[in-house]
């Protein structure tokens, strides 16, 4: 089992529909992320939480929420999805005591707005 | 706004040749500098990392090089592979991030290694 798991892992919604996407970790990480990534442009932070009290916008933080329910799940929300973000979602953890802070992606949450 | 550029978008090698990906920064703020592989399908992974006070780190056939003066690094895969097919992300940690997450990702290469 993957040790970064996200739901759905694929979803097509319609422009204005809330949609939201779901993680968790079993790597025991306080710190989770979500990453969005496009073609041509790399991977982008939406957002990232420290602990369940500690939430932090990212680069590209407006049209989304999050919500960090507890140590090991972190969910991204649209609440009014537009067709631009169409794009491939990732969520990730980290851990501060490992060389660097090693950044674990899940496989990644492709949402089509059509 | 801190910006990773890299290069070429994408990259064709024949298997034992050498792959070299290339990426610059604009401005001197970033103490970490790693790279990921993603496969298709799959999130990417660290495959190395460097930091600013070191020229070269080798790991197997790949090896990156750094050039602080220059703003630049590359990843070097040396006896390329069919295996070694995917994409290919340089990234950037700014300085003063401590330990986090908080990466700037290159725009990605895709490699494919002709058998």
């Known amino acids: 089992d993957a040790d970064v798991t996200q739901t759905p892992r694929n979803r097509i919604t319609k422009t204005g529909k809330r949609i939201m996407l779901e993680c968790s970790q079993t790597?025991?990480?306080?710190?989770m992320y979500w990453y969005r990534q496009d073609p041509g442009l790399g991977l982008r932070l939406i957002y990232y939480?420290?602990?369940?009290?500690?939430?932090n916008k990212g680069e590209i933080s407006d049209g989304y929420s999050v919500s960090r329910q507890a140590q090991a799940k972190f969910s991204l929300s649209l609440e009014s999805a537009i067709p631009n973000q169409t794009a491939l979602y990732f969520c990730a953890t980290s851990d501060p005591a490992s060389s660097g802070n090693t950044i674990y992606f899940g496989e990644g949450s492709w949402l089509t707005v059509v | 706004q801190q910006q990773v550029k890299q290069s070429p978008q994408s990259l064709i090698v024949q298997k034992g040749g050498i792959s070299i990906i290339n990426c610059a920064y604009e401005n001197t703020a970033f103490d970490y500098f790693p790279w990921y592989q993603q496969f298709p399908g799959k999130g990417p992974a660290l495959l190395i990392a460097?930091?600013?006070?070191?020229s070269e780190k080798k790991e197997g056939r790949f090896t990156i090089s750094f050039n602080k003066s220059a703003k630049q690094f590359s990843l070097h895969i040396m006896d390329s592979q069919p295996g070694d097919s995917a994409t290919y992300f340089c990234a950037a940690r700014p300085l003063g991030s401590g330990n986090t997450g908080k990466l700037i990702f290159g725009q990605g290469t895709t490699l494919q290694v002709k058998p």
């Open positions: 790597k025991g990480h306080d710190r």
């Open positions: 939480s420290f602990d369940v009290k500690d939430i």
């Open positions: 460097i930091r600013p006070d070191v």
